[in-house]
Nanobody
Framework: QVQLKESGGGLVQAGGSLRLSCAAS????????MGWFRQAPGKEREFVAA????????YYTDSVKGRFTISRDNAKNTVYLQMNSLKPEDTAVYYC?????????????????WGQGTQVTVSS
């Protein structure tokens, strides 16, 4: 089992940047596929990005390609989401998630563990 805790959210102006971190407990972090999801008020949770177990493969939803970068440091049990050129429509609670099988997908139902979320607000 793994416990996840996000940090790094906050309020930023449009065009600004934030870096989210997700710290994981446990000694098997490198066996988990990791993803970031977000949920805006009144909307369903949506996929943002994912990274494979060793960080060699990354995946993004179209709306964040070229602006967001997901990465992981298995030595620190941490996954990151660097968010640049932020837009008001990026405002949401951002969640990190872990998939025990190691494979990453864009489906929230495929992930086994979730953090509590961190709020990102982008002002226009």
């Amino acid at each position: 089992q793994v416990q996840l805790k996000e940090s790094g959210g906050g309020l930023v102006q449009a065009g600004g940047s934030l870096r989210l971190s997700c710290a994981a407990s446990g000694r098997t972090f490198s066996s988990y596929g990791m993803g970031w999801f977000r949920q805006a008020p009144g909307k369903e949770r949506e996929f943002v990005a994912a990274v494979s177990r060793l960080g060699s493969s990354t995946y993004y939803t179209d709306s964040v390609k070229g602006r967001f970068t997901i990465s992981r440091d298995n030595a620190k049990n941490t996954v990151y989401l660097q968010m640049n050129s932020l837009k008001p429509e990026d405002t949401a609670v951002y969640y990190c998630a872990a998939r025990a099988s190691g494979l990453v997908t864009s489906g929230s139902g495929d992930y086994d563990y979730w953090g509590q979320g961190t709020q990102v607000t982008v002002s226009s």
